[in-house]
C-alpha cells in the first residue's frame, strides 16, 4: 500500500534500493498520512511496455522525428555558405542561395509548408527589427527571427505558451566574417533542426490530439553577435505577458545537439544547462532564496528536472543528464535572453563538445581538420534530441496550468507541514500533487496526491525538505512544479 501514497513513477531505478529503506523508515509516517491523504487519481493511459506513464498519442507522434528528414534540413541549412548575422540579406543574394537571408527564406517556407500539410494550424510568423550597432554588429542591421504557433486549442488555456528554439546563424573564426565559409552544422543548424521537427511532428498530431495551451516554434539570429535575436524576441514575449496576458511557462533552447562523433561522445546522453539564482531575481526575492535554501529551485530548474522526467517517462534513447549551471565555461546561448526577462529557460547541449569544429574556418592544419561540417553530426542522435523536446512540448502545452499562490504554512514550530493553493486556472486540472525532496537531492524523491483539494498536511517537517506543488490533468498530464512561498 506503500505505493499509493509514495509514487515510485519519480524514481530513477538505481534508487530503488535506498527509497526501500528509506519507505521502510517513514512506514509509520505513512500510516499516519493514509487518514490525510485523499485516494490517490485513477489514471487511464494505456501503458507502453517500459513507459507506462507515457501517453501513447504523444508516444506514437515521437516514432514521426525523422534523422533523414533532420539530415536535410541541416544539409539545406549548410548549403547557405555562410548563415552569419550580418552576411547578405538582399534579394539577389537570396536567389542565389547564399547568405543567411536565403537561410530565413527557407526557413519560412519550410514552416508554411507544415502549415499546409495540418490544414493551416500552424501560424507562420517574423519578428524582424533594426538591430543597433552594438559590440559585434559594426553598423545598424535588419534581424529576423522566424517562427511558427501552434496555437492552443483550449480558449481558457491558449494564453499558456510553451517554446523551443535555436539559432540559425552561423560563424567562423571571425565572428564579423559576413563572407567567409560558415556552415554551422552543429553550431546550430542542429538545433534550428529540432525547432523545425518539433514543428512538423507536433503539427501532424494536432490533426487528431488537441493541445489546450499554446506551442512555439522558433528559430532565432543574431546568436553569435550577442543573443540579439532572443533578446528581442524575449522582450516580445514580456510585452505579450503584460499587454495580453500570455504566459510563457518554458522555454527549450537547444544549441550544439549534433552529437558530434568524435572520440569521447556519449550519444546516449544529452546535458540540460538551467540556472540556480534567477538572474532576473531581485534583492527581495534573492534575500529570501538565501533564507530559504531555494538556489537549487529557480523556475528553470524546476523545468530541468521536468526535462528529466519526461526522458524517463517517454522511449526517446536519450538520457537528459541534469546540470546545475546557466551554460558553459566561456559560453553563453539564447535561454539566457529569456532568463533575464523573467522566464522559465534551460538549455540543451552535446556531452562533449569539439572545439576544432565549433567557430572555426574550414581548412586543414598539421593534419587536423577544422570546422563546422555536417560529417561530423550524428543525425540519429538530433533525432533524439528532437524526440525529447517534442515529448517535453506535448507534454506541458497537454497539462493544466500550474497552481496558484501557492503557500506553505510557517506560523508554527511543528513537525507537521500544510501546504495551500489556489485552483489551477483553466479548469484542466482534477487533481494536485505534491512532491518533495531531501535538501540535499538533485531531484524529487517523493509524490502525494491532494486529490482534488487545494490543500494538505504531512507529516514530514519542512525543515528537511523541499515541497512543490503540480497541477494534474484528466490524462495524467502534469503541470510544472510551483514551489511554496512561505505563509507566515
Ligand atoms: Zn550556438
Not at 507544415?114 to 552594438?134: M, R
Request: hydrophobic share 40%.
Amino acid at each position: 500500500m506503500h505505493s499509493h501514497y509514495f509514487s515510485c513513477s519519480l524514481l530513477r531505478p538505481i534508487r530503488i534500493a535506498m527509497m526501500a529503506a528509506v519507505l521502510a523508515s517513514l512506514a509509520p509516517l505513512v500510516a499516519a498520512s493514509s487518514a490525510l491523504a485523499a485516494p490517490p487519481p485513477t489514471r487511464k493511459v494505456a501503458a507502453q511496455a517500459n513507459h507506462p506513464l507515457a501517453d501513447p498519442s504523444i508516444a506514437a507522434a515521437l516514432q514521426q522525428v525523422s534523422s533523414s528528414r533532420i539530415q536535410a534540413t541541416i544539409a539545406k541549412l549548410v548549403s547557405f555558405g555562410t548563415r552569419q548575422t550580418i552576411s547578405a540579406q538582399d534579394a539577389d543574394s537570396i536567389a542565389a542561395g547564399r547568405g543567411i537571408g536565403a537561410a530565413r527564406e527557407w526557413i519560412r517556407a519550410e514552416f508554411e509548408r507544415y502549415a499546409k500539410d495540418c490544414d493551416g494550424c500552424l501560424e507562420v510568423k517574423t519578428d524582424s527589427f533594426l538591430q543597433p550597432a552594438a559590440d559585434r554588429i559594426p553598423a545598424p542591421i535588419q534581424l529576423t527571427n522566424v517562427y511558427a504557433v501552434l496555437k492552443g486549442a483550449d480558449p481558457a488555456n491558449a494564453d499558456r505558451v510553451v517554446l523551443v528554439t535555436g539559432h540559425y546563424d552561423s560563424r567562423n573564426s571571425d565572428t564579423l566574417d559576413a563572407k567567409g565559409g560558415a556552415p554551422g552544422a552543429n553550431d546550430d543548424a542542429s538545433g534550428t533542426a529540432v525547432s523545425l521537427e518539433c514543428a512538423r511532428v507536433l503539427s501532424q498530431l494536432s490533426l487528431k490530439y488537441k493541445f489546450p495551451a499554446t506551442i512555439i516554434f522558433l528559430t532565432v539570429a543574431g546568436e553569435e553577435q550577442g543573443l540579439n535575436g532572443s533578446g528581442h524576441f524575449a522582450k516580445f514575449m514580456r510585452e505579450q505577458q503584460e499587454a495580453a496576458g500570455w504566459k510563457l511557462e518554458a522555454v527549450l533552447n537547444n544549441d550544439i545537439v549534433g552529437g558530434d562523433k568524435s572520440p569521447g561522445q556519449d550519444a546516449a546522453v544529452v546535458r540540460v544547462f538551467s540556472e540556480g539564482l534567477p538572474a532576473a531575481a531581485d534583492e527581495k526575492q534573492i534575500a529570501r532564496i538565501r533564507g530559504l535554501g531555494g538556489e537549487s529551485d529557480s523556475p528553470s530548474r524546476e523545468l530541468a528536472r521536468y526535462v528529466a522526467e519526461t526522458g524517463r517517462n517517454y522511449n526517446t534513447g536519450l538520457k537528459p543528464v541534469l546540470t546545475f549551471r546557466l551554460d558553459r565555461y566561456l559560453r553563453g546561448g539564447d535561454h539566457y535572453s529569456f532568463n533575464k526577462e523573467g522566464f522559465a529557460a534551460v538549455r540543451f547541449t552535446e556531452l562533449q563538445e569539439n572545439y576544432t569544429r565549433q567557430h572555426q574556418n574550414v581548412r586543414s592544419e598539421n593534419g587536423i581538420a577544422y570546422g563546422d561540417t555536417p560529417d561530423h553530426v550524428d543525425y540519429n542522435y538530433v533525432a533524439r534530441v528532437a524526440r525529447l523536446n517534442a515529448a517535453t512540448l506535448a507534454s506541458l502545452a497537454s497539462a493544466p496550468a500550474p497552481p496558484a499562490n501557492v503557500k506553505l504554512l510557517a506560523k508554527d514550530l511543528e513537525n507537521v507541514s500544510t501546504l495551500t493553493w489556489d485552483a489551477s486556472p483553466g479548469a484542466l486540472a482534477t487533481s494536485y500533487e505534491v512532491v518533495w525532496r531531501t535538501t540535499s537531492s538533485p531531484d524529487w524523491e517523493h509524490s502525494n496526491s491532494a486529490g482534488s483539494k487545494t490543500t494538505i498536511t504531512l507529516p514530514i517537517s519542512k525543515d528537511n525538505v523541499i515541497f512543490a506543488v503540480r497541477s494534474v490533468g484528466k490524462d495524467g498530464h502534469k503541470s510544472l512544479p510551483v514551489v511554496p512561498a512561505p505563509e507566515r
